[in-house]
């Protein structure tokens, strides 16, 4: 009986020589228990060394190996090739962003927008380390939690077509992680996140299409927490506009 | 791309997307139940019409509600949709006809009301 | 940071089609067009309001000509995408505005069939009000 194979359909993009992308077809023996990047992995050590595509940890963790997988955003270390055969396989960049080559994006506006949402605990005054660490309730660790397993992978930005459309859009990740430290207890930084997320490029540009979420490898539940930020946003808004002459950080 | 030096305390975004949220409530109750019954079961002669019904300012207060929140709800994400799907470059005027015809759409409805 | 080489990189475009590509961003646009919907049926009852203004004879015209299979079509259509619109907003809400029983989340699906079964009380209340007039 002749080995089972798999037919992967891969996109490939070469610069300078080539300035669209163009797919290139391969045919590899069919493993059950192999991940989508397996296959990769096995093109690029057997088949074609010159294949481009970004993975670490294959397990999950790491968040640098989404693509789109017939033409949903997939970390490629988390689906089968049982799942597909034996059908053939798309595989593309994520959806979104620039190609630098091969499977390849370009996520340095990524990474700038990460950077404007302050993603970290700010405080107005650090207490000394001699007087403990900040205690949290199991409820105000609740609050923040879910919010907080982001991999930055990147795969809510592919299933995003707000930001397809306006690649300005602050984004699913980089929101929900403003809003993942705005509820953290023991920070106190959510008037200097205000201006990026109270921003029309900021949560006002999403119009809630809600696939962000479905996508999430790690159920982070962004469309949620922008959603929470607007209702946020929105009572800082009227408190701004009722009491002016109210406190202001 | 936004800077962080933006001031954003003016943008009026939140008081939109307040009104959207109110009209979305507001349809969301509302509208299925008056369809059935103004639209079908009044004309389709199931129930019988009852217009003096609209004249006790009670009901007026409650359709300004009913008709101008969920026009907001309408410009907003209208306003949003459109150019989502690719008027991007109009959103200046599109603003203009959503927001705007919301608002006159309140005025002509308040008008509307008080003449009945 | 290192930054790529932009003139070298490939930038996709997203078609304005694009939410024919997936069955879900295609019921998004449903959600969002069902809107238009209500607003225009809103409209229409305002011309009702504003001939009832007119006096009996304007308003009792304007309620004939609403017989017609035409405007019978007209309000069926927009029945479906009100509801819709009804269904899919409860179910949005009970993710913006989780609701908490005893400190604890409780299911989206839970929260959202309160919504409904409230919206059905509602709805009955306004059908019984209309009634008894
Ligand atoms: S929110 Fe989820 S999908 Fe988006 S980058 Fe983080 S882990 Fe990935
Ligand atoms: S390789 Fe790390 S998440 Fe897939």
């Given at each position: 009986m002749p080995e089972p194979t798999i037919t992967l359909n891969v996109s490939r993009y070469r610069p300078p020589d080539e300035r669209v992308p163009t797919s290139q077809v391969y045919t590899i023996p069919y493993r059950p228990d192999w991940v989508v990047l397996d296959a990769l992995n096995y093109i690029k050590d057997q088949v074609d060394g010159s294949l481009s595509f970004r993975w670490s940890c294959?397990?999950?963790?790491?968040?640098?190996?989404g693509m789109m997988i017939n033409g949903e955003a997939k970390l490629t270390c988390s689906v089968f090739l049982r799942d597909y055969h034996p059908r053939e396989i798309l595989v593309e960049p994520l959806e979104n962003f620039p190609v630098i080559k091969d499977l390849v994006i370009d996520m340095s506006d990524f990474l700038d927008k990460l950077k404007i949402v302050k993603p970290w605990i700010i405080r107005e005054t650090e207490k000394p380390t001699s007087e403990g660490e900040y205690l949290q309730t199991p409820e105000e660790m609740d609050a923040y939690m879910g919010f907080s397993?982001?991999?930055?992978?990147?795969l809510c930005y592919a299933a995003c077509p707000i930001f397809g459309v306006e690649t300005d859009f602050i984004g699913p990740a980089a929101l929900a992680l403003g809003y993942r430290y705005n509820q953290?207890?023991?920070?106190?930084g959510s008037n200097m996140r205000w201006n990026v997320i109270n921003d029309h490029h900021g949560?006002?540009?999403?119009?809630?299409?809600g696939e962000c979420s479905v996508v999430c490898p790690k159920d982070v539940d962004p469309a949620a927490a922008i959603q929470r930020l607007k209702v946020d946003t929105a009572k800082h808004w009227i408190r701004s506009v009722l009491l002016p002459w109210g406190k202001r950080a | 791309m936004m800077g962080e030096a933006l001031p954003n305390k003016k943008s009026i975004e939140p008081l939109w997307w307040g009104l959207f949220s109110a009209g979305g409530v507001v349809a969301a109750f509302l509208v299925p139940i008056h369809i059935v019954l103004l639209g079908l079961a009044v004309p389709l002669g199931w129930i019988s019409d009852a217009p003096d019904i609209f004249g006790h300012w009670f009901v007026k207060v409650y359709l300004f509600v009913f008709i101008a929140m969920p026009l907001y709800h309408w410009a907003h994400r209208f306003y949003f949709t459109l150019s989502d799907i690719g008027l991007k470059s109009f959103r200046k005027p599109i603003s203009f006809l959503t927001y705007g015809g919301a608002m006159m759409g309140t005025v002509i409805t308040a008008w509307i009301l008080l003449r009945l | 940071m290192i930054r790529p080489d932009k003139s070298l990189l490939y930038y996709p475009r997203m078609p304005a089609t694009w939410w024919l590509r997936k069955w879900s961003y295609f019921l998004f646009i449903v959600r969002e067009f069902s809107s238009l919907f209500i607003a225009a049926y809103l409209v229409l009852f305002l011309v009702q309001l504003y001939q009832l203004g007119n006096g009996a004879a304007a308003y009792s015209t304007f309620t004939n000509s609403l017989k017609s299979p035409g405007w019978i079509v007209f309000h069926a259509v927009v029945l479906v995408f009100a509801v819709y619109h009804s269904v899919t907003w409860f179910y949005t809400t009970s993710i913006v505005i989780p609701l908490r029983i005893g400190g604890k989340e409780i299911p989206r699906a839970a929260f959202t069939a309160i919504n409904i079964a409230a919206w059905i009380a509602v709805s009955a209340v306004v059908f019984g009000l209309y009634l008894l007039q």
């Open positions: 294959r397990m999950g963790v790491c968040g640098s190996c397993a982001c991999i930055n992978c990147l953290d207890s023991r920070d106190e949560t006002w540009q999403c119009t809630f299409v | - | -």
